[in-house]
C-alpha cells in the first residue's frame, strides 16, 4: 500500500491531475521537445526568420497548453523522426506523419487531425499515366516514408511489373521540383503537400490517388499514454474553440485544393509576371508600405488581384488603375489620377487601412486585414450584413473562418431580403480574398523559390499535345481537418 502511495504522489500534478514521469520531465525543464522536419507543411523559417508551419502552430499550441515552451528538433527522413522518440530524444513527433496499422505496434498515435490522399504526381508535358498499369511503364521515385512504400509493395502483388526507386537522401519537396524539371518521370506524395508545392511549380500533374485517403497525426513512444491522454484533451478544447480550424485557414486557407479550383494558367501567368513586371512596381510597393503601414507584398498581391499590375487597367464597371479605384472612393481617398501607378497604389493602401480601423475592435489580426479586404472588394456595408447573419447562424462575425462561409447567402433571396443592404454577389470576395492570400505567400516566398523557377524559361514546361485546361490534370481533394 505504501508503495502505491508513493506511485501516485509521483504522477499526480499539482493541480490534481495525473502525471506521468515525461509530463513531470517535460514540467521540470519547462521546454517541450518536439520532432519534425523542415517543409513547407510542418515547420519552416518565415520572412523575418521566424519559425512558422501547420504542425508549428499546433504544436506551439500544445506546449501552451502545458504551460511550458517548445523547441523543434529538426530531422530529415521519417525514419530519423520515429527513432528520435524510440530513442526518448523528443517528447513527441509533430511531422505530418501517417497514421498506419504496422506503426501501432511500436507507438501511439494521437487524434487524427487531418486526412490527406497519396496520390500520383507527374508533370505537365512529360509521361504522365492514367492507372497503375500504366505507372508501372513511367520512371516512379518515391521518398522515405513506410506508408508509402507499404502501399507499393502490396500492389506489386497485383502488378509484378511495377518498379520504383525509393531516394533516402532528398526531402520530397526536392523530388517534386525534380519532377518539375523533367529529371523523374512521377512520383507519389501526400495531397497537401502537392497542394503547396504545386503553386511554385504549376507543371506539376496530380493524375490519381494511389488508395484511400491516410489519417495524420502524432506520434508518441508508446509508454506515454498519459502524455496521450493530456494530447486528446487538448486537441478536444482546440475543436470546440475554433483553434484548429483557424490554423488550417492560416496555412490551407488560400490553397486551391479542389478539382475544379486550380488554375495552371493563371499560376504560370502569375510567376512570370513576378519576373517581368514587378521589378518595375517593386520600388513603387515599398514605398506605399511606408505611407499605409500595409506590408508591400500584401499591396502587390492585391493589385495582381486587381490589375495583374497593369496601371491602365479599365472594367466595365469604370473602376481603373493599378488597385481599381472607383472615382468616388479616389475622389474621397485624394487620388487625382487613377491611372497614375504610384498615387493608385498609395491610394489603394491607405483605403485599405480606411476599412481596417473601420471594423470592431473584435476583429483581431490576420482576421482583421482579410475582411477588410473583402470589404475593399464588395463594400463594408455588405460586410455589416454578413457579420450579422453569421451571429444568426451562431457563428463567430469576427474570424474569417466563418464570416467567408455566410458571405455566399447575400445572394440568396432567403437571405438577403431580411438584410438591410440585400442583395450581393457574395461568393466575389470569398474567392477575391483567397487569391490574394494565394499571391500573398508565393511572394513571402519568392526569395526561396524565385531562383529555382526563374532558371528555367517558362516555355519549357508548356504542354505539346495536352491542353493546359484538360480536366485529368486536376488535383484531388485535399479535406479540412477532421
Request: net charge negative; hydrophobic share 40%; with cysteine.
Amino acid at each position: 500500500m505504501a508503495l502505491w502511495l508513493a506511485v501516485a504522489l509521483v504522477l499526480t500534478s499539482c493541480d490534481g491531475r495525473m502525471e506521468s514521469p515525461r509530463i513531470a520531465q517535460i514540467r521540470e525543464r519547462g521546454v517541450l521537445i518536439v520532432a519534425t522536419r523542415n517543409a513547407p507543411t510542418t515547420y519552416y523559417l518565415g520572412r523575418n526568420q521566424s519559425p512558422e508551419g501547420f504542425e508549428h502552430d499546433l504544436a506551439k499550441s500544445f506546449a501552451e497548453y502545458l504551460d511550458v515552451g517548445v523547441e523543434f528538433k529538426l530531422l530529415n527522413s521519417r525514419s530519423e523522426i520515429l527513432a528520435a522518440i524510440q530513442n526518448g530524444e523528443a517528447d513527441l513527433a509533430a511531422a505530418g506523419l501517417a497514421k498506419f496499422h504496422d506503426s501501432e505496434r511500436q507507438f501511439l498515435f494521437g487524434p487524427v487531425y487531418q486526412n490527406v490522399d497519396q496520390q500520383v504526381v507527374c508533370r505537365r508535358g512529360g509521361r504522365r499515366p492514367n492507372n497503375l498499369l500504366q505507372l508501372a511503364e513511367v520512371g516512379l521515385v518515391i521518398g522515405e516514408g513506410g506508408e508509402i512504400q507499404q502501399r507499393l509493395n502490396e500492389l506489386k502483388g497485383l502488378i509484378p511489373t511495377l518498379s520504383w526507386k525509393t531516394e533516402t537522401s532528398l526531402p520530397l519537396e526536392q523530388i517534386l521540383e525534380k519532377v518539375w524539371q523533367g529529371e523523374i518521370d512521377c512520383t507519389i506524395a501526400d495531397s497537401n503537400v502537392i497542394a503547396i508545392n504545386r503553386r511554385y511549380y504549376p507543371e506539376l500533374v496530380v493524375k490519381f490517388p494511389l488508395g484511400e485517403a491516410t489519417p495524420l497525426a502524432w506520434v508518441l513512444s508508446k509508454n506515454e499514454g498519459l502524455l496521450s491522454l493530456e494530447l486528446n484533451t487538448w486537441f478536444v478544447e482546440m475543436k470546440e474553440n475554433g483553434q484548429l480550424e483557424r490554423i488550417f485557414d492560416r496555412y490551407y486557407g488560400y490553397v486551391d485544393y479542389h478539382h475544379d479550383d486550380y488554375d495552371y494558367v493563371d499560376n504560370r501567368e502569375f510567376i512570370v509576371h513576378v519576373s517581368e513586371r514587378l521589378p518595375g512596381y517593386a520600388n513603387l510597393f515599398q514605398e506605399a508600405e511606408k505611407k499605409s503601414q500595409t506590408p508591400w507584398r500584401l499591396l502587390a498581391a492585391q493589385a495582381y488581384q486587381e490589375s495583374h499590375w497593369d496601371p491602365n487597367a479599365k472594367s466595365h464597371t469604370g473602376v481603373r488603375g493599378m488597385m481599381m479605384l472607383t472615382q468616388e472612393t479616389a475622389d474621397d481617398i485624394g487620388v487625382k489620377n487613377r491611372l497614375d501607378p504610384q498615387e493608385s497604389v498609395v491610394g489603394g493602401g491607405e483605403y485599405l487601412q480606411t476599412l481596417k480601423q473601420k471594423l470592431p475592435e473584435e476583429i483581431q489580426e490576420p482576421d482583421r486585414t482579410w475582411v477588410a479586404l473583402a470589404a475593399y472588394n464588395v463594400g463594408m456595408g455588405h460586410i455589416h450584413d454578413a457579420r450579422e447573419l453569421a451571429m444568426q447562424f451562431g457563428k463567430n462575425p469576427n474570424l474569417w473562418v466563418d464570416l467567408q462561409t455566410v458571405l455566399p447567402l447575400l445572394a440568396m433571396e432567403k437571405y438577403h431580403k431580411n438584410l438591410k443592404r440585400g442583395y450581393a454577389r457574395g461568393w466575389e470576395p470569398v474567392q477575391y480574398v483567397k487569391k490574394i492570400r494565394h499571391y500573398y505567400d508565393m511572394l513571402e516566398k519568392w526569395d526561396q523559390i524565385g531562383p529555382v523557377i526563374n532558371n528555367i524559361p517558362p516555355s519549357a514546361f508548356l504542354p505539346v499535345s495536352h491542353p493546359a485546361t484538360s480536366p485529368s490534370d486536376g488535383v484531388s481533394r485535399l479535406p479540412h481537418p477532421s
